[in-house]
């Protein structure tokens, strides 16, 4: 994919969360659905200047999913994606942060913009598009499972 004919894609940093709690003893994964196209993702969005990508992840949680919660200093993995629609030659690679959620919003930032639903780990990795974030809801939920 080339960018405006140079022959470089553009990579764009961003920053993310696996959002989990235990229900009953049951797993369960948090997926919003994106703005734009409306399928399930998780919350994600630039690593902002001045944050670390931690930082900026737990920020995304609270913008679009609503939700606060334990996330650990180091990240549990990393996917990359292309949007569909962008014509610009970027590619989108995602720093991911495990969040265990401790407390839900009944009213965020952008609720008008984003469904959220809680699933089965089975249930989210089937939802997603991304190869690589399927395999890493499902590693999360191996981990956790333990």
Not at 125 to 131: I, L, M
């Amino acid at each position: 994919m080339e960018k405006h004919g140079t022959g470089k894609v553009k990579l764009i940093q961003q920053a993310g969360v696996i959002p989990y709690r235990f229900r009953r003893s049951e797993l369960e994964i948090l997926l919003i659905t994106s703005s734009r196209s409306g399928r399930w993702v998780v919350p994600k969005g630039h690593i902002e200047p001045d944050m670390t990508p931690r930082q900026s992840a737990i920020t995304e949680a609270f913008e679009e999913a609503g939700i606060n919660g334990k996330v650990p200093k180091t990240s549990f993995g990393t996917y990359s994606y292309e949007k569909a629609d962008d014509k610009c030659g970027q590619s989108y690679r995602v720093e991911i942060f495990a969040m265990r959620v401790t407390y839900v919003m009944k009213n965020w930032p952008e609720e008008f913009r984003r469904t959220r639903t809680w699933m089965s780990p089975e249930e989210a990795s089937g939802s997603v598009r991304e190869n690589d974030l399927k395999q890493l809801i499902k590693s999360l939920a191996d981990e956790l499972r333990r």
